[in-house]
Every structure is written in structure tokens, then in C-alpha cells.
């Protein structure tokens, strides 16, 4: 059976990036409660506390998940506008109390762990999730409250709503085999036409230019370097077929991330070959 072209180049690009750093995978988020509901929250404000420095590199030594290299999760809550450490739970060690930790003690108080020593931004996050990368909190869901710290007391909230506006068809089987069918067909009509011209093109796809309503209407079309051809009329062909085939059948994801489209490019290989 032929391979999937599409499916083998982006597997190697993954496995290779893995390797290089395999911090890359992504991370698992902390605990929030706020206002009666719980949420995931996409930061880590235990690393904001220099005391802690010792203490994160033993959990550190720790881990075993590779979607938790800090070794713990938090558990937090906003009550009364502060931000306060209710307890911690330890991949090797279980539930641990603020007030267990020596680096803690002196922001406990009544049975509560003020987090002054925190002043930043607290992402939370709700909803389905809309973009992921395979890297830390590198992803993006409908709805993220932005809850501006200072010394453990909110100042302000801001949230942003995302969504997918093209779900895309990268990941589709049936969609991926009549795309690799398809570049490797305009290879071989190219070829043909041609018959000086032969070896592979990678090209560099994404959606450009948007209407009123955020859809694509037209598709960016380059080549990687040493890839790109060196036939005009091939160069011509290839932008205008390839570009008409990912617009017609939305192939590609397109999102709407923090207020603006975010496009995300692609490679595609193409074998001009018999």
C-alpha cells in the first residue's frame, strides 16, 4: 500500500521536534475556583515565588508524566478579590497543604494562603478548545478570562472569546488521501508537459486575503528554499491549482484567537515524476 505522503511528513516533522525537545509536549494546567464554578487555568503562579526555587527543581527531578514536568498541580481560588493556594497535589507524594511547605508558612493565615507574593496575569480558560501546538499552554479555548494580579488582590478582568471559523480537513483520513492523490496527479501532469523537470517540491500553503464574514478568499502559495521551481510556468501552475484546491475544500484550519485570524501554514510535498 502506498504511504500517505501528507501523514509521513508530518509525523517525522512531529517525531523530530520530540526528540529535539521533549519539553515541547503539552502541559497540563493548574486548578481555579471562581465565582462557585471550577476552571483550568493557564498559568503557574507558584513559579512567580522566588522561595520556591528549591522546591520546584525536587519536583522537577520528580516527574513522570511527560504532560506535567513541573510534578504538581495547584489548586487555587479567588474569594473576596485575592487570589489564595488552597492545597497542592504532587505527582509523587499526593495532597500537600500550603501551611506543610516551610516556603509557604509566612503567607498563611486563618487556614488560608494569600498569594501576595504574586503580581502577573492569570489566564483561565473555558469552553471547548478551539488551537492546540504541542508545547506548554500553547493552546487556546472559547472563552479566556485574563485576571490581572497584583500582590495576590484582582484588579481587573478581561475576557476574550475565540472560535474556530474553519474546523479544516488536515486530520481527516478520506480528505488526506485525495489530497496526497491530488499532488501526486498535478506531479505527474507537470512532468508530462515537462519531461525536463523532475524531483520534489515542497510548497508552503496558508489562507490569505478575508471578507466581512472572516472567510478565506484566496490561499498563499510559496516554496521552501532549494525546493521552489525553477520554471516559471511550473511556479505558475502549481500556485493557481493548489490554491483553488485548499479555498474550494477548506483543507486548512483557519481561527479567530484573541481578537485577530490566526493562519496556521502547511507544507505539502510535490513529486514531479512520471
Given at each position: ?157 478581561k475576557r476574550i472569546d475565540n472560535k474556530s471559523i474553519i474546523k479544516g480537513k488536515i486530520d481527516e483520513p478520506d480528505a ?79 481561527y479567530y484567537i484573541n481578537g485577530e485570524i490566526k493562519k496556521v501554514a502547511w507544507t505539502l510535498p510535490i513529486r514531479i515524476?512520471?
Open positions: 500500500m502506498r504511504k500517505n505522503i501528507i501523514t509521513l511528513l508530518l509525523a517525522v516533522i512531529a517525531w523530530a521536534t520530540l526528540i529535539h525537545n521533549a519539553s515541547a509536549t503539552g502541559q497540563e494546567g493548574e486548578r481555579l475556583t471562581w465565582n462557585g464554578k471550577s476552571y483550568q487555568m493557564l498559568t503557574c503562579p507558584l513559579y512567580a515565588n522566588p522561595d520556591m526555587k528549591k522546591w520546584h527543581e525536587q519536583r522537577e527531578r520528580e516527574w513522570g508524566k511527560t504532560s506535567l514536568w513541573r510534578g504538581y498541580i495547584g489548586h487555587w481560588e479567588i474569594e473576596n478579590g485575592m487570589l489564595y493556594l488552597c492545597s497542592i497535589w504532587r505527582e509523587k507524594g499526593g495532597d500537600i497543604s500550603p501551611n506543610e511547605i516551610p516556603e509557604l508558612r509566612k503567607y498563611c493565615k486563618n487556614g488560608k494562603c494569600a498569594a501576595t507574593w504574586f503580581s502577573d496575569t492569570l489566564c483561565v480558560v473555558s469552553g471547548k478548545q478551539v488551537f492546540y501546538e504541542h508545547m506548554g499552554f500553547n493552546r487556546h479555548y472559547e472563552h479566556e478570562d485574563f485576571i490581572i494580579v497584583k500582590r495576590g488582590k484582582v484588579m481587573s478582568v488526506n488521501k485525495k489530497l496526497t492523490q491530488f499532488l501526486d496527479d498535478l506531479g505527474a501532469q507537470l512532468h508530462k508537459r515537462y519531461p525536463e523537470e523532475s524531483g520534489r517540491i515542497i510548497a508552503r500553503v496558508q489562507y490569505s486575503n478575508f471578507d466581512l464574514m472572516m472567510m478565506p478568499t484566496d490561499v498563499d502559495v510559496t516554496f521552501l528554499k532549494h525546493t521552489a521551481p525553477t520554471n516559471p510556468q511550473i511556479e505558475k501552475e502549481i500556485k493557481e491549482k493548489l490554491a483553488n484546491y485548499i479555498l474550494t475544500n477548506q483543507f486548512l484550519p483557519l515524476t512520471k
